[in-house]
């Protein structure tokens, strides 16, 4: 009697269908396929923007429907970019050096293998030593779970000291405002073990992979990327779709109530904050492998606070507004900031659209936030007809529940 | 009679303010009790303390055939162990459908895995659908509440007081912006739930009060100031004093 998941919720079904067909798109479109009306370069940007679709579905659960700001998000994607990383960097060098050495009239030892890696790997900041971090970086089933374990961990800690001291609001956007950037700052120093502002590059080249074409792995990690967002919008719809929804919005609107009516918030609160940091963490895995470099400035405080723009924009609170902001806005931002749009002249003055495209998204936000809180999913329910409740009328009484002028003539 | 809750001897000052002073208040399983007192009498700092909301100075205050002391439980695990409160204003989830807030407060396991896992069986539904029935909201379930009138969210309110099965119901004053019509029905949602739990109501009106037919503590500056039936206290001239009179 209860009728299925898809059929309660047929936005997933929707989303998942024009996903498949983008990728199926793509895909026919690339080099690889051999009609080349999509280069390379511009498959792998489609391929990270769905990675930041994916972590923009996290923010809106967080956020949108859990109502809590946080402005740190970016650091758990950062975070899984790392783990990532270090193994391909790690297994990219080792081939190589491997590759050099072999040719040596003496075979190496694996001392002097380590110490050639080390040297290759941290030359850049002065060192060979691996620092402690790097411990399980030859293992890739290690560094694979470390890229769920650590943003998890670390938003577990985190977390628990946060929401148990009962830190809401704008108190909380700032405390994780402040851990982004204490992170970004740690990250920058060459002794913390991941290469200082160098950060870890050379990621594009898979291990083992050599023989095959760049316009073949990128397509390879855009379906990765599109399995992984659609996996994540599955389980997020899953999540929100069911009684864990129902008090994760009651959380978001009226935290006391919730808390008296028996659910302890905190735990609710943690369990949605380490659930989006996970899958942040995994869609930075996915994201960095793309974009071929990380390095600490990627985990800057404005990254995160950019997450939040495209979710505003996209529209809070539904999963396919925070995937529609975040493709939109980051799509738009990389063409203008690419500096393919070109200027105009004022006479006088000549508008660069580098320069002036933080200045439109700055006044977007505004106005999103000002005139339109739904944001560009809110033209959805324009087409479909669904209205949030409007009352007119002067209160007849001094509270906001109070009965309302029109109805109580009615 | 047995005691349900006990609060003995409890104050509590804000910045040097006291706003509860020494005050007793017994109340037993199935008992209706009115609480009534002028403004900043202590009403709402009472029922804050009984929830865990706020911590008294100084007292006790005892729970159930066990006497477990509340004053070290979270909000969560008292509302978990039987107090149900209902705020002054209607705090229901606007958002959200009326058959959904009435889900929400429905005694189940509170826990973040057992509600994620959580599957509506057919026993839940036909619960939410005799609650509704019992507040008048059949009609309504697949509304959303921030569409319901004043006197609607409040049913739903303690409609989902109800659902959580509490042994204990603090109302903060349930008939305020009400028609008559609408009193009448609260008062009889009420009496009926005192049958089998303890009922406590803030309430200002004394008409809604009388109707009640209830015991009546008076509160004053953060104490009791006299306990007995409505004749009783209203022929009291303290009350007559610092309440009635005015």
Redesign the interface.
């Known amino acids: ?2 009728r299925s998941f898809i059929f309660r919720n047929p936005s997933v079904l929707i989303f998942l269908g024009c996903l498949a067909l983008f990728t199926l798109g793509v895909t026919m479109m690339s080099e690889a396929a051999g009609s080349g009306l999509i280069s390379t370069s511009f498959v792998k940007t489609l391929g990270k923007t769905l990675c930041l679709c994916l972590v923009a579905i996290a923010m809106d659960l967080v956020w949108g429907y859990c109502g809590i700001l946080s402005l740190g998000h970016f650091a758990f994607f950062g975070l899984g970019g790392y783990m990532i990383g270090m193994w391909l960097m790690y297994a990219r060098t080792r081939d190589i050096v491997v590759a050099s050495l072999a040719n040596a009239a003496i075979p190496p030892t694996d001392q002097e293998i380590s110490d050639a890696i080390g040297n290759q790997i941290f030359g850049v900041v002065g060192s060979a030593e691996f620092p402690l971090v790097w411990a399980f970086s030859s293992s890739l089933t290690m560094q694979l779970a470390l890229v769920i374990l650590v943003p998890g961990l670390l938003a577990l800690v985190f977390g628990w000291l946060a929401f148990r001291s009962r830190v809401t609001g704008v108190y909380l956007s700032i405390l994780t405002q402040a851990m982004t950037l204490a992170l970004a700052l740690y990250l920058f120093q060459n002794d913390s073990g991941l290469r200082g502002n160098n950060g870890l590059s050379g990621l594009q080249n898979i291990p083992g992979a050599d023989a095959v074409p760049q316009s073949v792995m990128s397509l390879w990690f855009l379906w990765a990327s599109a399995l992984a967002l659609g996996l994540g919008y599955l389980l997020a719809a899953w ?1 929100v779709s ?3 929804g ?2 994760i ?2 959380i978001r ?2 935290e ?2 919730v ?7 905190e ?2 609160k943690l ?1 949605i904050f380490v659930l989006t940091a996970i899958i942040a963490g995994i869609a930075g895995a996915l994201y960095y492998p793309q974009a071929g470099i990380i390095n600490p400035a990627e985990v800057a405080p404005i990254a995160s606070i950019y997450l939040a723009v495209w979710v505003a924009i996209g529209g809070r609170g539904r999963l396919y507004g925070a995937v529609i902001g975040a493709a939109f806005v980051s799509l738009v931002s990389s063409w203008f900031t690419g500096g393919q749009v070109p200027g105009f002249s004022l006479g006088a003055y000549t508008v660069n659209w580098v320069d002036w495209w933080q200045v439109i998204l700055g006044l977007s936000f505004v106005m999103v936030t000002l005139f339109a809180p739904k944001g560009i999913g809110g033209l959805v329910d324009l087409m479909t007809g669904a209205r ?2 409007d ?1 007119h009328g002067a209160d007849l ?1 001094p ?5 309302q002028e029109q ?1 109580a003539t009615q | 009679m047995t005691t349900l809750l006990e609060v003995s001897g409890v104050s509590v000052s804000f910045d040097g303010f006291r706003a509860i002073n020494n005050l007793s208040f017994q109340i037993g399983p199935a008992e209706m009790r009115a609480i009534i007192g002028p403004n900043g009498a202590g009403k709402t700092t009472f029922m804050d303390i009984i929830t865990g909301k706020t911590r008294p100075d100084e007292g006790r205050v005892i729970w159930g055939e066990r006497s477990v002391s509340l004053l070290k439980m979270s909000e969560e695990k008292i509302a978990q162990a039987g107090v149900g409160r209902k705020f002054q204003r209607p705090t229901v989830f606007e958002d959200q459908s009326v058959f959904d807030n009435l889900l929400l407060a429905l005694k189940k396991d509170r826990s973040p895995l057992s509600v994620l896992f959580y599957r509506r069986s057919a026993r839940d539904r036909d619960k939410v659908q005799d609650l509704a029935a019992e507040i008048g909201l059949s009609d309504q379930l697949s509304r959303k509440s921030g569409e319901l009138s004043h006197g609607q969210k409040q049913w739903l309110e303690i409609g989902m007081l109800l659902a959580q099965e509490p042994r204990l119901l603090l109302v903060d004053e349930p008939a305020a912006g009400m028609t008559p019509e609408e009193r009448e029905h609260t008062t009889g949602i009420l009496v009926e739930a005192a049958k089998t739990r303890a009922v406590v109501v803030v309430e200002h009106d004394m008409e809604f009060v009388r109707r009640l037919n209830c015991k009546v503590t008076v509160l004053h500056e953060g104490s009791v100031l006299a306990e007995g039936s409505l004749d009783h206290v209203t022929k009291n001239q303290d009350v007559i004093d610092v309440y009635l009179g005015r």
Request: no cysteine.
């Open positions: 009697m209860e999540v069911g009684k864990f129902s008090v919005r009651g609107d009226d006391a109530r808390r008296f009516l028996g659910y302890p918030v735990s609710f369990f949030a409740p009352r009484g509270d906001k529940g109070s009965l109805e």
